[in-house]
């Protein structure tokens, strides 16, 4: 075996567990003599499956019963629009919190479905802090609040839930899913693309609250409404039933290893250790998030001399560190520490940083 420490930011690392798991189980899942891959998603076996899974989320994310889990295609960005379809009404404007990259995505996608309105941003300092809570222009009448609770890009993290009145918040938690405990009651909607903290990519998971499955009033095929997915169990077309199934024994491997608490505790430990790598660098490297706003899951960083980058990426994999390559947006590196990153990989990786430090300081 010569696997890495996988840094990439989606798709991501998978719990090893999982993936010797699934290898076990791939020429012949439980007693249907077939690959899970292999068996129709309305069949017996399957539709078990699917309810077990959703089970044992709901159990894991204290998911209330007035909220429907779906499990959908598209990713998240199929998400910033159809969101806009199904949660404004026709003349409706939406509030949009911009922290980072995701979020102005998102608010560009909903464009041409809803009025929206950027009621928070922090583009003027590049991202570096969240806006400031005294600087959000809410609007009591609108459709719903957005907001990317951790930005992937940028490395920005909201450490509270926004406190936004009866106005619906809707959160794109692509990146940060399960890394915690989440009182999803606060939310209207979150959903979130697999491929960072649940399973491979092609799978996007959504949990909304029920009373807004029918708040559509406009004229739209059925594959882009909510109420429809619900409705049929997320089996409207052929859903991924391979990604739906790691996401699974995903959710199962969180369970095994202490739930979220334990997630959040272990996800605290690792970003806090390359944090004080990075600040104890005396500037060899340097994170420009600022403190309160960093995120725990993705943690860009610069070296003082960018001559230096090509060097860096290419000694880290050679010690067996891969996908540290900063988004192009932002040049630099980017570790992204999700719940399947243990904690020997960053302190295989600040061993590697400080080794590198010494020899090119
Ligand atoms: C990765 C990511 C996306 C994009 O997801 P797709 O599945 O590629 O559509 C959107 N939002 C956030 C916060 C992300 O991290």
């Known amino acids: 075996m010569s696997r890495t420490w996988n840094f990439a930011a989606g798709p991501a690392a998978m719990p090893e567990e ?7 189980e791939l020429l012949e899942w439980r007693d249907t003599r077939a690959s899970v891959m292999e068996i129709s998603h309305r069949g017996k076996a399957f539709m078990a499956l699917a309810a077990e899974i959703e089970s044992d989320l709901r159990t894991l994310a204290s998911i209330p019963p007035h909220y429907k889990v779906l499990f959908l295609q598209g990713g998240a960005t199929l998400q910033f629009a159809l969101l806009a379809m199904n949660l404004a009404m026709p003349g409706q404007s939406a509030d949009y919190l911009l922290s980072g990259h995701w979020g102005e995505k998102a608010a560009r996608e909903a464009a041409p479905y809803v009025e929206v309105r950027i009621a928070a941003d922090a583009r003027a300092n590049q991202y570096r802090a969240l806006p400031a809570r005294a600087d959000w222009q809410l609007d009591d ?7 990317t609770p951790n930005e992937t890009i940028h490395g920005l993290e909201f450490a509270d839930i926004p406190e936004v009145g009866d106005v619906p918040l809707v959160a794109d938690f692509s990146s940060s ?4 405990p989440l009182d999803v009651t606060r939310f209207g909607m979150i959903y979130a693309g697999a491929q960072k903290n649940i399973g491979p990519s092609g799978l996007t998971l959504l949990i909304i609250r029920e009373d807004l499955l029918t708040r559509a009033t406009r004229p739209m095929a059925g594959i882009f409404r909510y109420a429809e997915h619900a409705a049929h169990q997320s089996m409207l077309n052929t859903p991924n039933t391979f990604g739906w199934y790691l996401a699974g024994l995903t959710f199962r491997w969180i369970a095994r290893h202490g739930g979220l608490v334990a997630m959040a505790a272990r996800n605290q430990r690792k970003a806090n250790t390359l944090y004080a790598a990075i600040d104890d660098s005396g500037g060899f490297y340097r994170n420009e998030v600022a403190p309160r706003a960093r995120s725990r899951m993705n943690v860009p960083f610069f070296l003082h001399d960018v001559q230096l980058d090509a060097h860096f990426l290419r000694e880290a994999e050679q010690a067996g560190l891969l996908g540290l390559k900063g988004h192009r947006a932002l040049g630099g590196m980017r570790a992204s520490l999700y719940n399947a990153m243990p904690p020997e990989g960053v302190d295989a990786l600040v061993a590697f940083m400080q080794d590198f430090r010494v020899r090119h300081g």
């Not at 999982?18 to 076990?24: G, H, I, N």
């Not at 009448?141 to 907001?147: I, K």
Request: aromatic share 12%; glycine share 6%.
């Open 18 to 24: 999982v993936l010797l798991q699934a290898q076990a």
């Open 141 to 147: 009448g609108a459709a719903y609040v957005h907001y």
């Open 177 to 180: 899913i399960l890394s915690a």
